[in-house]
């Protein structure tokens, strides 16, 4: 792989490091320069006695916090937090606008984000609302919209030029086509879970499952343990 800029687009925080932070560490330890955009806070992830207590505000930081230091620990450079409302993404031009704004900002050759044409519907996690109207949104922010000057002509005035990224990732158990061998990242992606210390109580029981999930990715291709995905080359 020689793109040597990447931006990550997901939902929530925490979704990154489930789906590719053991790609990222490999990236990261490879020179790559990866950067992270975060759609919403998380902020309607608390639940418990102790939530109640919390402002909306609060809930954010909590999890912008966790976000940043699970980024920085597997070498992601920056986290853009939009800070759209958790739970009600759509697919709408404001959000296709702030997907292009980022992109035109930070210029990546290689894109990834969650797959608009998975269809299993076999997780309720996975297929979370926001999960589904994120993959849309980036799809449709991707082409025609991110390298296109008639669209957003506001971006082009605030200096945001057109850019075309060469390729696009998209996160998908699947119908992969495009593997990366983690096993000697694992642990970092372990580590960056851990930072989510608002979602995930104990990372030591999540560790066998994230293992079985890199395992079966990885059969594959003959790796111990991989993250997988679907490629998509851009139209220049």
């Known amino acids: ?14 979704d ?25 806070s998380g902020e309607k992830g608390f639940s418990g006695s ?24 597997v070498g992601a450079k920056t986290v853009h937090f939009l800070r759209h409302t ?9 959000l296709r606008r702030d997907l ?4 035109r900002q930070v210029k990546p050759d290689l894109v990834i984000s969650d797959d608009p044409a998975r ?9 979370h609302s926001d999960h589904r109207a994120i993959g849309l949104a980036a799809f449709d922010a991707l082409y025609p919209a991110v390298g296109n000057e008639n669209f957003f002509p506001e971006l082009l005035a605030d200096g945001f030029e057109p850019h075309r990224p060469k390729e696009v990732f998209f996160g998908s158990r699947e119908k992969m086509d495009t593997w990366f061998d983690i096993t000697n990242t694992f642990e970092l992606k372990t580590k960056a879970l851990a930072c989510h210390k608002s979602q995930i109580a104990d990372i030591k029981e999540l560790i066998p499952r994230l293992r079985e999930w890199a395992k ?6 003959g790796y111990s343990y991989a993250e997988g995905f679907r490629c998509l080359e851009m139209p220049q």
């Open 86 to 94: 958790d739970g009600e993404l759509a697919n709408t031009a404001e």
């Open 1 to 14: 792989m020689d793109h040597k800029k990447i931006l990550v687009i997901a939902a929530h925080p925490d």
């Open 50 to 73: 102790g939530a109640s207590a919390l402002s909306i505000d609060e809930r954010r930081g909590i999890r912008e916090k966790e976000q940043r230091a699970a980024a920085e620990t």
């Open 16 to 40: 990154i490091d489930f789906r590719c932070a053991g790609s990222v560490a490999l990236w990261s330890q490879e020179g790559r320069h990866v950067e992270y955009l975060v759609c919403t």
């Open 100 to 103: 292009v704004r980022v992109m």
């Open 119 to 127: 269809d299993a519907y076999d997780s309720f996690y996975g297929y």
């Open 216 to 221: 079966e990715t990885g059969k594959e291709k």
